[in-house]
């Protein structure tokens, strides 16, 4: 008889144990047609009135739309024409005029009787519900969409958006205590991950918050807190625990109001690598641009890639040790940056080589391009005043394919807006006539191996020794999978002394020094002696398809224009002004790719590229580009 007893007892345990780890994650919706995520946790809760418990619900829910109006100016027009202003947030949808939340401020409530119900254009009949008044308290609920609870809960839902281009790691939400978690949704019927995105209506920029509502995409070297980092790499993924803090850059970002909406691909321990050949743990993303079978370039390629592709993705946070955002930028035809090196510290970022590495942005709108950079580059000065001294390097002189035509016609507009003619400048020939004493006359001899020397050596110190020891002390004594990529190169620097770290270090400086005295020194007026411009255009658009079989990766040797921001430590940014037409031998049409220009200005005058693109983009010079297929938009073929 004590069986059935002992029965019942365990039984009870096990129902209290499961029912105390039940955790809600929260819920997926459809409002009309369009898939939202409703968190776990609401954002507020206020007293409706019974009307609105009546209506109907999807999983206890109804859609509302929050409004706030003064109590002076209230009127159903003003209502009218508030309501209407929301139709280009991307969130909200008119199925969130179920009902109308009315939040006021000012003494007298405005004439909107509670339970008052008319039709608003393309809406169905709304009920108009008065609420408590805001007072302007720091209570005050945020206009927009909202899913309301019978019991006056109110939550904030994330539009789903699939990640088609294969852009993101992780897409993310944030937790009310500062940290983040991967967001538990994702769309039916697609076979890509969902990403969710706050309403913008949310928010308000202000001096204290000047990325208030900004999207942002992280590139997955930065630590988030309470999110692992891959770094490209699945075995540390697995092996290291989640982010405790955001690194220094992140939270900068995040202090200023931006919101994360998801981390995003790099290639592995932020070495170059071309799509398909080389990247092997995850899947390179998507190019949207011509027959969207293009290399998306890295490392930032996913932060390239969802530029290019998304409209509702603001700015990506990349970074770029020699040409890792530059390149992106390139190929996606977004606006990109590599700042002047030391403008930010790089704490919670993996490092490929300290002596190099920088945090810069990747974004189609030069106006967030530059808000963001204020607040990441803390105490950046801007200059309005421009040099007069404009040199070209490598750039075309006669207009012999529509890429070279696209670059002189900016060229003779930068001019005419400098009030000043260019200068073709050959770095080569300088440096065979001014270098300093006792090394070589020809720059590619003295700088062949600084570059791989740097990336190679201080690589496998801080990041390839502790992870091989890591992984070995928990498997045994084996090694992780590493990409073609960082091995080649990893072994390039094991085969040679530890000395040539101290001989890059020192060329590379030898080199900065040369360049700040030969070419762009500092000016108290202009902040810059000088602009230098190149392009990666230059010669035709070049296209370099991801389906073609390659050779092994080799080490990456050598001295270019893209290597004098990394060695001179001075700013580089990108500029889309244009696309140019190729045959596409996937399509077998004729497709478009981005046409850009590189600038570059002296060592810490980043603010004055800015403040010239500012400038230039008022002048018609340059515009923002948009997402798709081409930088004026389009439908990205074969998308999902």
């Given at each position: 008889m004590a069986y059935p007893l002992v029965f019942a007892i365990s039984l009870f345990s096990i129902i209290n144990i499961v029912a105390s780890s039940l955790i809600s994650t929260g819920q997926t919706l459809?409002?009309?047609?369009?898939?939202?995520?409703?968190?776990?946790?609401?954002?507020?809760?206020?007293?409706?009135?019974?009307?609105?418990?009546?209506?109907?619900?999807?999983?206890?829910?109804?859609?509302?739309?929050?409004?706030?109006?003064?109590?002076?100016?209230?009127?159903?027009?003003?209502?009218?024409?508030?309501?209407?202003?929301?139709?280009?947030?991307?969130?909200?949808?008119?199925?969130?005029?179920?009902?109308?939340?009315?939040?006021?401020?000012?003494?007298?409530?405005?004439?909107?009787?509670?339970?008052?119900?008319?039709?608003?254009?393309?809406?169905?009949?709304?009920?108009?519900?008065?609420?408590?008044?805001?007072?302007?308290?720091?209570?005050?609920?945020?206009?927009?969409?909202?899913?309301?609870?019978?019991?006056?809960?109110?939550?904030?839902?994330?539009?789903?958006?699939?990640?088609?281009?294969?852009?993101?790691?992780?897409?993310?939400?944030?937790?009310?205590?500062?940290?983040?978690?991967?967001?538990?949704?994702?769309?039916?019927?697609?076979?890509?991950?969902?990403?969710?995105?706050?309403?913008?209506l949310y928010y308000t920029a202000t001096p204290a918050k000047p990325l208030a509502g900004i999207r942002l995409g992280v590139k997955d070297i930065y630590d988030v807190a309470g999110v692992k980092t891959s770094d490209g790499n699945r075995a540390w993924y697995g092996l290291f625990p989640p982010a405790s803090v955001n690194a220094v850059a992140v939270q900068r970002l995040i202090d200023a109001g931006a919101i994360i909406v998801g981390k995003m691909k790099t290639s592995q321990f932020a070495n170059g690598e071309t799509a398909t050949a080389d990247w092997v743990d995850y899947h390179s993303p998507f190019n949207p641009r011509g027959d969207g079978y293009q290399d998306p370039s890295s490392s930032s390629s996913g932060p390239g890639a969802g530029e290019g592709s998304y409209p509702w993705l603001d700015i990506s946070l990349g970074s770029d040790t020699g040409g890792s955002i530059r390149g992106p930028s390139q190929v996606q035809g977004v606006f990109g940056n590599r700042p002047s090196h030391g403008l930010v510290p790089l704490t919670g970022v993996m490092p490929l080589a300290p002596q190099l590495d920088t945090a810069g942005f990747l974004t189609r709108d030069p106006a967030i391009w530059s808000a963001a950079a204020k607040v990441l580059y803390a105490d950046l000065p801007f200059y309005n005043q421009y040099p007069k001294t404009l040199y070209t390097v490598s750039f075309p002189t006669t207009a012999d394919d529509e890429a070279d035509s696209i670059l002189l016609n900016f060229l003779s507009k930068l001019e005419t807006f400098l009030g000043t003619t260019s200068t073709p400048l050959n770095v080569s020939t300088l440096w065979n006539t001014t270098h300093p004493a006792g090394v070589s006359p020809n720059i590619n001899t003295f700088l062949n191996l600084t570059y791989p020397v740097l990336i190679s050596k201080e690589q496998t110190m801080l990041v390839r020794d502790p992870f091989y020891a890591a992984y070995g002390a928990i498997h045994d004594g084996r090694r992780p999978f590493v990409d073609p990529a960082p091995l080649i190169r990893w072994a390039f620097g094991d085969s040679l002394p530890n000395s040539t770290l101290t001989e890059a270090i020192n060329n590379k400086t030898l080199f900065q020094n040369w360049w700040s005295s030969q070419v762009q020194s500092t000016d108290p007026a202009t902040c810059s002696s000088s602009l230098v411009l190149y392009s990666a255009s230059s010669g035709g658009v070049a296209p370099f398809y991801r389906n073609q079989y390659l050779g092994p990766p080799q080490v990456p040797s050598g001295f270019g224009t893209s290597r004098i921001s990394p060695f001179a430590e001075i700013p580089d940014f990108v500029l889309p002004i244009g696309q140019a037409a190729y045959n596409s031998t996937v399509t077998l049409h004729a497709e478009f790719l981005p046409v850009t220009v590189d600038v570059m200005a002296a060592k810490g005058c980043d603010g004055l590229i800015f403040n010239l693109v500012r400038d230039l983009q008022a002048a018609g010079i340059v515009n923002e580009t948009l997402a798709g297929q081409t930088v004026a938009g389009g439908e990205i073929l074969l998308r999902l």
């Open positions: 459809l409002l009309n047609d369009i898939p939202y995520y409703v968190p776990a946790t609401p954002y507020s809760t206020v007293s409706f009135v019974t009307s609105l418990k009546a209506l109907g619900t999807a999983g206890g829910l109804v859609p509302v739309t929050f409004v706030s109006v003064s109590a002076s100016n209230a009127s159903l027009s003003t209502l009218e024409n508030v309501i209407n202003g929301y139709r280009t947030d991307d969130v909200w949808n008119d199925g969130f005029l179920e009902a109308i939340l009315v939040q006021y401020s000012g003494g007298t409530a405005p004439p909107f009787p509670s339970n008052m119900s008319f039709t608003l254009p393309g809406a169905n009949e709304s009920s108009v519900v008065c609420v408590l008044p805001s007072n302007g308290s720091p209570s005050a609920i945020p206009p927009g969409p909202y899913f309301a609870s019978r019991g006056g809960s109110l939550y904030q839902p994330l539009r789903l958006y699939s990640d088609f281009q294969g852009a993101f790691t992780q897409p993310l939400i944030a937790h009310s205590n500062g940290t983040y978690a991967a967001l538990p949704a994702n769309i039916a019927g697609i076979q890509s991950p969902a990403v969710g995105v706050p309403s913008r």
